[in-house]
């Protein structure tokens, strides 16, 4: 297959059989040998070598490439989510290394084709990448590279404003609003003698205006409800050229593309992991290759005390769900039981484990991976614990040890990736054409340098003002930029309570 030297070609038969005895469903996977700088080249490009072309894919490329040539990092795999699934082996790893790269690729594989994250990706999307490439190297013969390269900066940086879950929801066919119930605003009477009593006709007129100014604000609000994917609420609203649409657009795409995977990091290589683990262990090495084996798939492993490794986590939490569902530690029976003794010896041998994990596969993101399936036991086992710096003895040591805080931390920063949730809340602020975006605060205040440059870049699509409501040193604030001048203003009693032309302004910068 590909460029395969006969001895990679004959593993790579032998290891696909033995990933489909098992019970992985892959793609068809297409194997490409290549040299360590054009790994370097496919891995700045997000594993996709017919890319548009922009100045970041050569900074990646730089930082990987000197990275590699210090000694500081290599790269063992790389696979694409495609079908057929491409992946790449380096020329000069070891035939143990290409073993388990191959194992390890099937395993991603798998989990690409049956995960159900991923079943809304393009497929055929190399071929999309391409497409991508061509057009805008279109634009950029056309337009020049400076002004074509300008608009790519400012649509990546504000590529992750868009709304992970959409492609999961149906969308409703919009229906015509009901008109109000005459009295939906009169309280309620159960004798007509009391109702001229309960209500008057100066209250009945004055709820009556009430809910006619609510109809009418609430059919000029634009948009209707609150719009979190806003690069596609600027596609079809921002005053901009067709061109810059259609790289808009581009930008977008790849987003929803690349976007499953930061959603199951932890998943997907813990899958991967168990099952390279696996395969190698029991049915691939040979006696001679399994210390070499050990030794890389240790270092793979290495979690620091204070850092995060999703191919750890994922891969012990993968045997955990394994062990516990084979000697039957779910439900509610096991839940109740309070006696240690009884807990630690409980083995009902059900062997549900292997049918479990691939259920999990099936159906769970690394969010509802971790608010499922970690336990208190889970992370005593593995010191999973929150740690915070000590300046005095200059280490990290363990801050707290409750369970409770240490899920909220994981799952705090695998919501969203860990960055804020904005949304477009109105695109005719304050009756001007101005943008107000909406902060989901969540007990963290955004970077104050990020926010500013996120506004300005916003400015350049919508080309008017732009403002973000959000807390800020536990006090609502509105930020607004104009193009000329960054300003902040106070709200009353959160954002949207007052405007910011009635608020009184606490900073004002220059652009």
Same mark, same amino acid.
């Given at each position: 297959?590909?460029?395969?030297?006969?001895?990679?070609?004959?593993?790579?038969?032998?290891?696909?059989?033995?990933?489909?005895?098992?019970?992985?469903?892959?793609?068809?996977?297409?194997?490409?040998?290549?040299?360590?700088?054009?790994?370097?080249?496919?891995?700045?490009?997000?594993?996709?070598?017919?890319?548009?072309?922009?100045?970041?894919?050569?900074?990646?490329?730089?930082?990987?490439?000197?990275?590699?040539? @210090?000694?500081?990092?290599?790269?063992?795999?790389?696979?694409? &989510?495609?079908?057929?699934?491409?992946?790449?082996?380096?020329?000069?790893?070891?035939?143990?290394?290409?073993?388990?790269?191959?194992?390890?690729?099937?395993?991603?594989?798998?989990?690409?084709?049956?995960?159900?994250?991923?079943?809304?990706?393009?497929?055929?999307?190399?071929?999309?990448?391409?497409?991508? =490439?061509?057009?805008?190297?279109?634009?950029?013969?056309? @337009?020049?590279?400076?002004?074509?390269?300008?608009?790519?900066?400012?649509?990546?940086?504000?590529?992750?404003?868009?709304?992970?879950?959409?492609?999961? !929801?149906?969308?409703? /066919?919009? $229906?015509?609003?009901?008109?109000?119930?005459?009295?939906?605003?009169?309280?309620?009477?159960?004798?007509? @003698?009391?109702?001229?009593?309960?209500?008057?006709?100066?209250? /009945?007129?004055?709820?009556?205006?009430?809910?006619?100014?609510?109809?009418?604000?609430?059919?000029?609000?634009?948009?209707?409800?609150?719009?979190?994917?806003?690069?596609?609420?600027?596609? +079809?609203?921002?005053?901009?050229?067709?061109?810059?649409?259609?790289?808009?657009?581009?930008?977008?795409?790849?987003?929803?593309?690349?976007?499953?995977?930061?959603?199951?990091?932890?998943?997907?290589?813990?899958? =991967?992991?168990?099952?390279?683990?696996?395969?190698?262990?029991?049915?691939?090495?040979?006696?001679?290759?399994?210390?070499?084996?050990?030794?890389? +798939?240790?270092?793979?492993?290495?979690?620091?005390?204070?850092?995060?490794?999703?191919? $750890?986590?994922?891969?012990?939490?993968?045997?955990?769900?394994?062990?516990?569902?084979?000697?039957?530690?779910?439900?509610?029976?096991?839940?109740?039981?309070?006696? !240690?003794?009884?807990?630690?010896?409980?083995?009902?041998?059900?062997?549900?484990?292997?049918?479990?994990?691939?259920?999990?596969?099936?159906?769970?993101?690394?969010?509802?991976?971790?608010?499922?399936?970690?336990?208190?036991?889970?992370? !005593?086992?593995?010191?999973?614990?929150?740690?915070?710096?000590? $300046?005095?003895?200059?280490?990290?040591?363990?801050?707290?040890? &409750?369970?409770?805080?240490? $899920?909220?931390?994981?799952?705090? +920063?695998?919501?969203?990736?860990?960055?804020?949730?904005?949304?477009?809340?109105?695109?005719?602020?304050?009756?001007?054409?101005?943008?107000?975006?909406?902060?989901?605060?969540?007990?963290?205040?955004?970077?104050?340098?990020?926010?500013?440059?996120?506004?300005?870049?916003?400015?350049?699509?919508?080309?008017?003002?732009?403002?973000?409501?959000? !807390?800020?040193?536990?006090?609502?604030?509105?930020?607004?930029?104009?193009?000329?001048?960054?300003?902040?203003?106070?709200?009353?009693?959160?954002?949207?309570?007052?405007?910011?032309?009635?608020?009184?302004?606490?900073?004002?910068?220059?652009?």
């Amino acid at each position: 297959m590909a460029n395969l030297t006969p001895e990679l070609e004959a593993e790579r038969k032998r290891i696909c059989q033995i990933a489909k005895e098992a019970g992985l469903d892959c793609f068809e996977t297409i194997f490409e040998l290549i040299s360590y700088d054009q790994i370097n080249q496919f891995a700045a490009y997000g594993g996709f070598p017919v890319r548009y072309p922009h100045w970041k894919f050569g900074m990646e490329y730089e930082h990987l490439s000197k990275s590699y040539e @210090y000694g500081l990092s290599k790269i063992y795999e790389m696979v694409i &989510n495609t079908d057929p699934c491409y992946a790449y082996l380096m020329e000069g790893n070891a035939m143990m290394d290409q073993k388990l790269v191959m194992a390890h690729v099937y395993g991603h594989c798998d989990f690409f084709k049956n995960n159900i994250w991923f079943s809304k990706t393009n497929r055929k999307m190399m071929d999309q990448m391409a497409n991508h =490439a061509t057009r805008i190297r279109r634009y950029m013969d056309r @337009y020049g590279i400076d002004v074509v390269e300008n608009f790519i900066d400012v649509c990546l940086s504000v590529e992750n404003l868009i709304d992970r879950y959409s492609p999961f !929801v149906e969308k409703s /066919v919009t $229906k015509s609003p009901e008109p109000p119930k005459e009295n939906n605003y009169l309280l309620r009477v159960d004798r007509d @003698y009391m109702r001229d009593y309960i209500n008057p006709p100066a209250f /009945v007129a004055e709820q009556k205006k009430r809910a006619e100014d609510e109809a009418l604000q609430r059919a000029q609000r634009f948009p209707a409800e609150p719009e979190k994917d806003i690069l596609k609420f600027l596609i +079809h609203h921002a005053p901009l050229a067709d061109w810059q649409v259609d790289v808009l657009t581009i930008i977008r795409d790849e987003a929803y593309y690349f976007s499953p995977q930061g959603m199951t990091k932890t998943m997907n290589e813990g899958w =991967a992991s168990y099952w390279h683990s696996k395969l190698m262990t029991t049915k691939i090495l040979d006696d001679s290759e399994i210390i070499d084996f050990a030794d890389h +798939h240790a270092g793979t492993m290495a979690m620091a005390p204070n850092g995060y490794n999703p191919y $750890k986590v994922g891969i012990e939490l993968m045997r955990n769900i394994e062990e516990r569902w084979n000697k039957g530690q779910f439900g509610r029976e096991w839940d109740e039981c309070d006696d !240690v003794r009884e807990r630690k010896h409980w083995d009902k041998k059900l062997n549900l484990g292997r049918e479990k994990i691939f259920e999990v596969r099936k159906v769970c993101n690394d969010v509802t991976f971790i608010d499922q399936f970690l336990t208190e036991e889970f992370c !005593v086992k593995n010191k999973m614990f929150v740690y915070k710096f000590n $300046k005095k003895t200059q280490k990290f040591e363990v801050d707290t040890q &409750n369970f409770k805080a240490i $899920k909220a931390q994981l799952l705090f +920063h695998m919501t969203n990736f860990g960055q804020p949730i904005i949304r477009i809340e109105d695109a005719n602020f304050e009756n001007r054409g101005e943008l107000l975006l909406t902060h989901l605060h969540e007990g963290i205040d955004m970077q104050p340098d990020f926010m500013s440059e996120t506004l300005k870049n916003v400015f350049k699509l919508w080309k008017r003002p732009v403002n973000i409501a959000t !807390v800020m040193d536990e006090s609502p604030q509105l930020f607004r930029f104009d193009g000329k001048e960054y300003t902040q203003h106070k709200l009353g009693e959160g954002p949207g309570a007052s405007s910011g032309s009635n608020s009184s302004n606490q900073e004002s910068t220059g652009s």
